[in-house]
């Protein structure tokens, strides 16, 4: 396996600072059970009934479903672990879990619904709007482009291949439209939406900005629709998390350009402007950055950070649907932060030549990492060549950059 041995590699095996109390997201006191409250809402208390008596050696942690584990999890410096246990257990219960409750997401521009599991755990699922050839047409403006299903599963994986880390658990699902959505949801305004077509496949559309309409419904075959199961992250009632327009956000206007697309030294402004003047916030970004160019990503506008821990942590790279859209072009202008500022961190750099050699080679990687979700192939063949040109497309940057 590629993969294994990618990750046993010493890059990928740098040890994260030591983590104390204070940069944990949440304190939990591992002899306390915890119960969700019954109040209709998702927040977990402290369960003082609860049955104190516990199978001999076990904790209360050793009985937590693995979504809550991997919330207790997050601290300041990584949203999983590398080498985390819990994984194939996430995403296998993204994958299989029986769906108790659907209901849409409100707000964005496309439909989304939220999914719940018997275990309270919860999903964002993003149902599949275009087959794995069809590219983006040319003529369409990234903000008006589909969310694509099969992005938001490669996106995770690449984010890990990358070291980042910073994108929750996603795995693929096939949904049984009827009895999955329709039949148990509670959302009276999703339910007006369901149809059945011409061709007697159950079809519904939502409410959103975009593409909600029966011109753009969502139809199984007859009944089965495939879709990204995304593992929610805390409540934002339990964890705030504050959201900070990139710099380098476009202008979603048809035909104005934002300042950075106009000025040159563009990076010297952003480089005094908090929070990128100090720390390594702008290296996060910039991070954040080489992602999206390789996998073709124009819709970053925003990211989070979890409240709790200031200025000093990672950046969730949350919303990947627009990724993978063409790939036969490579749109540079993503790449701005990294151009202008000619600053990447070094780990980033030499896990990024690392992917370049032929042992670790980044198309085989992620292709070896998709392999293993119930909807594989994710992405059609192309898509994982366009990774390897890209990629090299970065490096000659930064070796633009060390030369210069």
């Not at 246990?85 to 219960?93: C, E, G, N």
């Not at 959201?243 to 990076?267: F, T």
């Not at 821990?309 to 790939?327: A, P, Q």
């Not at 392999?371 to 059609?380: E, F, H, N, R, V």
Request: aromatic share 10%.
């Amino acid at each position: 396996s590629k993969l294994a041995a990618l990750f046993a590699h010493p890059l990928y095996n740098i040890p994260i600072p030591e983590v104390m109390e204070k940069d944990k997201l949440f304190v939990v006191n591992p002899m306390e059970k915890f119960s969700l409250s019954h109040s209709g809402s998702d927040e977990w208390v402290s369960s003082s009934r609860a049955e104190t008596l516990l199978p001999t050696g076990k904790t209360a942690y050793d009985t937590y479903p693995a979504w809550l584990k991997f919330h207790v999890g997050i601290n300041r410096y990584e949203l999983y672990p590398r080498q985390d246990p819990l994984m194939p257990t996430i995403l296998q219960d993204l994958a299989t879990q029986r769906i108790v409750s659907s209901v849409q997401k409100s707000g964005g521009t496309q439909l989304k619904l939220i999914m719940t599991f018997p275990n309270y755990g919860q999903a964002l699922f993003k149902p599949m709007k275009q087959t794995r050839d069809q590219e983006t047409p040319i003529d369409f403006f990234y903000f008006s482009d589909f969310e694509r299903h099969n992005a938001e599963i490669a996106a995770f994986h690449l984010d890990r291949i990358l070291d980042f880390r910073r994108i929750p658990p996603v795995s693929g699902r096939l949904v049984n439209i009827t009895k999955e959505i329709r039949d148990i949801t509670t959302d009276k305004k999703l339910a007006k939406t369901f149809f059945i077509s011409p061709a007697g496949n159950v079809c519904f559309y939502g409410e959103c900005s975009y593409y909600c309409s029966t011109e753009h419904a969502l139809c199984g075959k007859p009944d089965q629709l495939e879709g990204s199961m995304a593992a929610l992250l805390p409540d934002k009632t339990l964890a705030k998390r504050h959201s900070w327009r990139s710099p380098w956000r476009r202008s979603y206007h048809k035909s104005k350009k934002a300042e950075w697309e106009l000025n040159p030294n563009y990076c010297a402004q952003v480089r005094e402007t908090p929070p990128y003047d100090r720390g390594h916030r702008l290296l996060d970004l910039i991070d954040m950055t080489v992602l999206d160019f390789l996998m073709g990503n124009m819709d970053r506008h925003h990211y989070e950070t979890f409240e709790k821990f200031g200025n000093d942590t990672f950046l969730l790279h949350l919303d990947n649907g627009r990724g993978f859209g063409t790939h036969s072009h490579d749109e540079m202008s993503i790449l701005a932060p990294l151009q202008q500022c000619c600053s990447i961190k070094k780990s980033t750099y030499l896990r990024l030549q690392l992917l370049a050699t032929q042992p670790y080679l980044l198309s085989d990687v992620l292709r070896e990492a998709l392999a293993a979700d119930p909807l594989t192939p994710i992405l059609a063949e192309p898509h994982l060549q366009a990774l390897d040109r890209r990629l090299g497309k970065v490096l000659d940057m930064v070796a633009h950059c060390l030369a210069g």
